[in-house]
């Protein structure tokens, strides 16, 4: 229905120009009706939209409740179960030969290296000279004894004289013992020359070069007994006191490798500089000759038992804003959002540890279309999820 003009605008004007004012209002006015018009279908195409939007096609499961393993994750390094430093036990002789070399596999008593053996080997003649001059001695002074003794029963030398020649019988006894004892010595010296390995074990650092002079307290060779090799985790104190010996634990080298093992034992002292402790993993042997190295750093956890946790596909878990979400749906079928807190991971599954009731429906999968309150329509349901292994 057109709207009248105004008479003021009209009468107002001057004759010559009113036509033109009457066709500029008609204008506008037919110009107002076309855009209420439009807006108006806009807006009833929306609201029809809205009305026959389908509902969200989802599938729905249920939380689990299940047995999972407590786990305690660590790092640290490995190290030697032990490492033996050998050296020289004379000192001043001229290294002359060299028979290992780091990476080397040696056994108890194998010879590592040689000294010099020609000043020894002068010492212990010296003194095998030494033990034969001795036995001479007493040799002769054990017959002077037994002559002085038949003497006194005849009555030709005095008792003073028989008590002398037995002094001299012993004095003569001690000089060979003693020669004999330096004679020990200097072969003891001259085995000495040879430096051994003190255990089974492979050679992890080499110091010894030939020509070079023996000092005292010098490091020649560095063995890891036995070839053993453990792990030293750094843990909490906290966390220290959860771990017992026997406890099995794994880690993983850089490479990916998997090596089991199992506590030996915790330290007893924490360090005030970091306030951690370690605890030491024995590591197999067959592994710590294929694949180990002593000073790899490796990643790990300890089992400490299992402990019944409420799980739901990871797939079900929304994070939004920092925070974790699910979407529950109710009788209606509408979805609500709903904030959860999350724990441990394992394999495609998710603790809930707060804010899910165990008898929802929650969304497995379709949740990343879904806003709260939106209709939702069932395809699938399943309640019977795997537990954790």
Known sequence: MPLPLPDSLISGAPKSRRPRLIIAAIAL??????????????EGIAAGSVASRPALTVTLTTPQSSDWPRRLPAQGSIAAWQEAVIGAELAGLRMTEV?????DHVSKGQELARLSIDMVTADVAQARASVAEAAASLADARATAKRNLDLQAKGFISPQALTQAETNEQTAVARLAAAHARLQAEEVRLAQTRVLAPDDGVISERNATVGSLTQ???ELFRLIRGERLEW??????????QLQPGMPATLWLPSGVEIKGSVRMVAPTIDPATRTALVYVDLPLADARATLRAGTFARGEFELGRQTALNVPQSAVLMRDGFAYVF????????RQTKVTIGRRSGELIEITDGLDPASRIVVSGA????DGDTVRVVEANSALTGAQ
């Open 232 to 241: 030293r985790a750094e843990v909490t104190s906290a966390e220290a006191d």
């Open 368 to 371: 990343g279309f879904l806003t």
């Open 29 to 42: 006015i037919v110009t107002a009706v076309v855009i209420f018009t439009q807006r108006g279908g806009q």
């Open 328 to 335: 529950t749906v109710d009788e209606a079928s509408k979805a």
């Open 216 to 218: 005292p307290g010098q």
């Open 99 to 103: 028979l290992v070399n780091v990476g």
